[in-house]
Nanobody
Framework: QLQLVESGGGLVQPGGSLRLSCAATGFTLDYYAIGWFRQAPGKEREVVSCRSSSDISTEYVDSVKGRFTIYTDNSKNMVYLQMNSLKPEDTGVYYC??????????????????????WGQGTQVTVSS
């Protein structure tokens, strides 16, 4: 059974940091393009960052460039999102997701509809003083 589980969310003050983790069971993350998405209250879910198979490339939306870093630990079969200099507008539920594209899967921050088919349950990030 293919499963993704996020963790690491929480409440943090503006300017603070969090590291989100995405753990996979049933498949090897390195082979897949992985995206981190967020959904703010009352807004649609949006991609914030992604990384292609085998870390061929990484992409970030403009609003998080220079603050967020996506990286992989293949020994643990996990993908992380390091979030620094957090702002209140970063608040939302964060999801990791994997595509079904064949290897090597190349990601962009403008995914195709239905490109990501494996999803975690999400982890809440709240940035507030």
């Amino acid at each position: 059974q293919l499963q993704l589980v996020e963790s690491g969310g929480g409440l943090v003050q503006p300017g603070g940091s969090l590291r989100l983790s995405c753990a996979a069971t049933g498949f090897t993350l390195d082979y897949y393009a992985i995206g981190w998405f967020r959904q703010a209250p009352g807004k649609e879910r949006e991609v914030v960052s992604c990384r292609s198979s085998s870390d061929i490339s990484t992409e970030y939306v403009d609003s998080v460039k220079g603050r967020f870093t996506i990286y992989t630990d293949n020994s643990k079969n996990m993908v992380y999102l390091q979030m620094n200099s957090l702002k209140p507008e970063d608040t939302g539920v964060y999801y990791c997701a994997a595509t079904s594209d064949p290897y090597p899967a190349i990601c962009t921050v403008v995914p195709r509809k239905g490109q990501y088919i494996y999803w975690g349950q999400g982890t809440q990030v709240t940035v507030s003083s």
